[in-house]
């Protein structure tokens, strides 16, 4: 972590006004990547102000927050370990879509809203997806 803020709101043009100060201190240097959670406005500010970072969402947020998505499917431990394995052990794309769509398919999830949203920006999440540049080791499941 580089940096720590207080912010009065969580408005898009307030996270603009966040990361052109950041940006401003890094002289001008851009992250490579940058780590949030599902927040629209900051993404909203990530594309404007750093249009060539790239945004990954943080995995442990988006599990905490499927949870409330589930609905029945929280007591499926099955369907459980099958939407872990699209977060963090599909090895490569051939295999996430292959699993996604198999989940999907099985727990009838084509109309689902969240799900659908969530493959959309696959690759802000997907470990398979996101095996094309150096992160250090850093894991988009560490907060």
Not at 9 to 34: C, N, Q, R, Y
Request: aromatic residues 16%; proline residues 1%.
């Amino acid at each position: 972590m580089f940096g720590c803020a207080f912010i009065a709101d969580e408005k898009t043009h307030t996270f603009v006004w966040l990361l052109e100060t950041f940006l401003d201190s890094m002289g001008g240097k851009a992250p490579i990547t940058i780590f949030t959670d599902q927040d629209q406005a900051m993404a909203n500010a990530i594309e404007q102000v750093f249009p060539n970072t790239r945004h990954r969402l943080c995995l442990w947020h988006l599990q905490k927050n499927a949870v409330s998505r589930f609905g029945d499917l929280k007591a499926d431990n099955t369907f459980k370990d099958t939407f872990k394995k699209c977060l963090y052990r599909c090895y490569n794309e051939e295999e996430f879509e292959t699993t996604w769509f198999d989940m999907i398919t099985k727990y009838n999830l084509q109309d689902h809203d969240w799900f659908t949203n969530l493959y959309t920006i696959k690759e802000k999440w997907c470990t398979a997806l996101n095996k094309d540049f150096f992160s250090a080791g850093i894991l988009s499941s560490q907060r």
